[in-house]
């Protein structure tokens, strides 16, 4: 579709997660963005329902964050985080324990939310060490997880391609619970679906096998987002809370997509009330502006590593760019925004619009499943008899072509806008699935 603009030499570049050949035969380059729009290289206004990569939770091109990473940048461009600091980075740690569950008030910053997946890892194991629990080493992930693509990550996460070519070199001790989607019994729920709480109690029988001595961590998303908008059930994610306090085993919340705003809280741990021990954010923490990540963690573990360490450094991890003055400027201005739009209120406020809109689908041409949470669908088809996927892949291309940005994994469509959003927006986005769906094969 990029007939009349000039292409840039495509052959360098390896793309991430893309099918790079198919991509460079037809290519979807985007020129800028403002608001709730790309415009293409074309010049073709193109509605972001999508958040980018489920990150730019304030819309495009916020002048605020625009400022205040302009001035940073001529002021102090990075300070090395090792031994140094600069203050930016402890007001920026304030400003996120301020709006993450009462006593998760440490924050370790990353690069991106695979990086804040490994130190959360890193963290449980240093905690049981220094409680003189080492034999604590096990993760237990879930199927169909997504906790991005370091070797943490992908050895607790359950998605298979993202594995079986690696799979001679993931962690060693990982074992997984069975994911919560079941179109036999769940399909076209509206909100947290009612079957499936049950599945928690497999954690029980995972720790009868292993034995809680040797298990550090659970891990789970508490909305699983990239593996195609899997929802907690009822009461699924107090049971894993309950289990893993009674074992003495710390609850990781992958919260890279669900925090600042998706489900129209704080975070997902605010949303269903359900605390965990750490919580991984990344994405919406600077608006996708400057790339960044963190962990929040429980002040008991912190304290614990602090205490127990002989003296000098405590925890042997950290990155170069933890804490880079850009991406704090980015995150203090981000949550000003947040905060001062309040966004996560006007996200729960367009959630039962954007669950009207979606559940209209239901009827619709290949349609298996609606299912919504916050501003988030996911649209679930039929997938095609011997070629899973390409449904999927072809409505994606055909919403792109009639400006709409979307998302797919598998058989399932995402969707999950910018928080400020508009009715007419959600609006136009649904009807323009619907008339795609209705001319596929
Ligand atoms: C739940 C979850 N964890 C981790 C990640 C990885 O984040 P990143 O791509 O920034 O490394 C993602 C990305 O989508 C995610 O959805």
Known sequence: MNDN???PDLSNLWMPFTANRQFKQRPRLLASAKGMYYTDINGRRILDSTSGLWCVNAGHGRQEIIDAITRQTSTLDYAP??????AGAFEAAAAVAKIMPAGLDRIFFTNSGSESVDTALKIALAYHRSLGEGSRTRFIGRQRGYHGVGFGGISVGGITPNRKAFSGALLPAVDHLSHTHSLE???FSRGQPAWGAHLADELEQLIALHDASTIAAVIVEPMAGSA???LPPKGYLEKLRAITEKHGILLIFDEVITAFGR??????SDFFGVVPDLITLAKGISNASVPCGAVAIRREIHDGIMNSAAGGIELFHGYTYSGHPLAMAAVLATLEIYEREKLFARA???APKLEAAAHKLNGVRHVV???NLGLVAGIELAARPGAPGTRTEEAFQACFDQGVLLRYTGDTIAVSPPLIVEDEQIDRLFATIKSVLEKLD
Do not use: C, E
């Open 348 to 350: 729960s406020a367009m």
């Open 263 to 268: 489900l129209g809280a704080a975070t997902a």
């Open 81 to 86: 985080g090792f031994q140094m600091g600069h």
């Open 228 to 230: 195609g908008v899997l």
């Open 185 to 187: 019994h769940n399909a």
């Open 5 to 7: 603009a000039s292409i």
């Open 369 to 371: 499943d609606v299912r």
